[in-house]
């Protein structure tokens, strides 16, 4: 395959230009992109309890890189841990009021970047694009099928 035909390239562009835009647009608040969407993904999730475990996998993240926004998070004052009454050698996260206060203007954000990302898109094009774009992840994920145990246990996160 050609270059110019791979799609990967073109993923990571697509990647780091809304990383780009999401810390540029989060720059008041001192957040970056990363810790803006796991703050976005706390804040939905108030109901039940989130570890760091569940952060990694719902985002694809390794456990360091999960450990140092939730360390980041917490010394900027937008996440504490907490002891889950269940279990005392799990922490839950959760977000404190200044985090809460702040997320339907860190959501509004990431809404219109996703629209700039779309835009000119039908919706049956956005919808086809979501179906492709969830089978690269699925061949993705299934592709850590083949990778020896002892290195995935080094790239993904534990079950805190």
């Not at 804040?43 to 760091?52: C, G, I």
């Not at 998070?73 to 206060?101: C, I, M, Q, V």
């Not at 969830?134 to 592709?143: E, Q, S, V």
């Amino acid at each position: 395959m050609l270059p110019e035909q791979a799609v990967g390239p073109r993923i990571k562009r697509i990647s780091n230009a809304m990383d780009r835009k999401r810390t540029v647009d989060l720059e008041d608040l001192g957040l970056t992109s990363s810790q803006g969407l796991v703050l976005g993904y706390l804040a939905r999730h108030l109901d039940e309890a989130v570890y760091p475990g569940d952060v990694c996998r719902h985002f694809g993240l390794s456990q360091p890189t999960v450990t140092g926004i939730l360390q980041r998070l917490e010394a900027k004052g937008f996440l504490l841990y907490a002891d889950d009454p269940a279990d005392r050698r799990r922490r839950r996260l959760l977000p404190t009021e200044k985090a809460l206060a702040c997320h339907e203007w860190v959501k509004q954000r990431f809404i219109e970047t996703e629209e700039l990302l779309t835009e000119g898109l039908t919706e049956a094009e956005r919808s086809q694009l979501l179906g492709l774009l969830d089978r690269l992840i699925a061949n993705m994920d299934a592709g850590w099928e083949s990778v020896p145990p002892r290195q995935k246990e080094e790239t993904q996160c534990s079950e805190n």
